[in-house]
């Protein structure tokens, strides 16, 4: 049997207030009741960092010292005692390339391309400069690379700009992809042809060109075709 604590009415098992001044009934079994400021707060006041987040970023973070440590190792080793040439340098650049490519993206809770195209093309080019700079016989050689580098760069930003415009298909993403590596490869060859005049290269560029034109064909056929998409979306979730 329950009682108001206010007016002293004999009260019913389930009412909820009392039916003689409306007090409140509180059942002392089930707690303090909850502060209304907290239950009408939208967000925690404590920052919840996934645990997904924080493997990906331990795991960048320990592959960025295993990468760091052979490095150091090189160049001391370089310094003191295999000291002819500055080969380390080679090794520290390719690291410094791959970390960039590979585990500096795994830093971030979300995607941040421009950050990473910008990244990457600097890596690229000051790659190919130390290249330059230790083989300074070979000028022409690193012109084909930079202008390589920078047509693929330029690829990549101009997919980029249009990839973050809309959500697009599958499809869709293959066939800009392959549109972009058929020009690209094209200006490549056609650019390495003429800083190192060797037509060879043109002719491996237009080569690359036609493979990837004949992918950028059957992914416009997919594309449009109802029942190939229905295939593809089948068996390959594309």
Request: glycine residues 2%; positive net charge.
């Amino acid at each position: 049997m329950s009682y108001c604590v206010h007016c002293g009415v004999e009260l019913d098992r389930t009412a909820k207030t009392c039916a003689l001044c409306g007090t409140p009934v509180l059942d002392p079994s089930a707690g303090p009741p909850p502060d209304p400021d907290e239950a009408d707060r939208p967000f925690s006041d404590q920052l919840l960092i996934p645990k997904q987040v924080m493997k990906k970023r331990f795991a960048a973070a320990v592959i960025s010292v295993v990468l760091l440590i052979p490095n150091i190792v090189l160049l001391f080793v370089n310094l003191f005692f295999l000291n002819r040439t500055f080969w380390s340098v080679y090794v520290f650049s390719s690291t410094l390339l791959c970390w960039t490519f590979f585990v500096f993206p795994f830093f971030f809770r979300k995607a941040k391309p421009y950050l990473y195209w910008c990244l990457d093309t600097v890596s690229a080019l000051l790659y190919a400069y130390v290249f330059w700079l230790m083989r300074s016989n070979a000028p022409r050689t690193v012109q084909a690379v930079f202008s390589v580098i920078l047509l693929v760069s330029l690829a990549a930003l101009v997919f980029i700009l249009w990839y973050r415009r809309k959500k697009h298909s599958k499809t869709g993403i293959a066939i800009h992809v392959f549109a972009d590596l058929t020009v690209v490869s094209l200006l490549a060859g056609l650019s390495a042809a003429q800083l190192l005049d060797k037509p060879d290269f043109f002719v491996i560029g237009v080569i690359c060109s036609l493979c990837f034109a004949a992918l950028f064909v059957f992914f416009v056929y997919c594309h449009k075709s109802r029942h190939m998409r229905a295939y593809l979306d089948k068996y390959f979730n594309v």
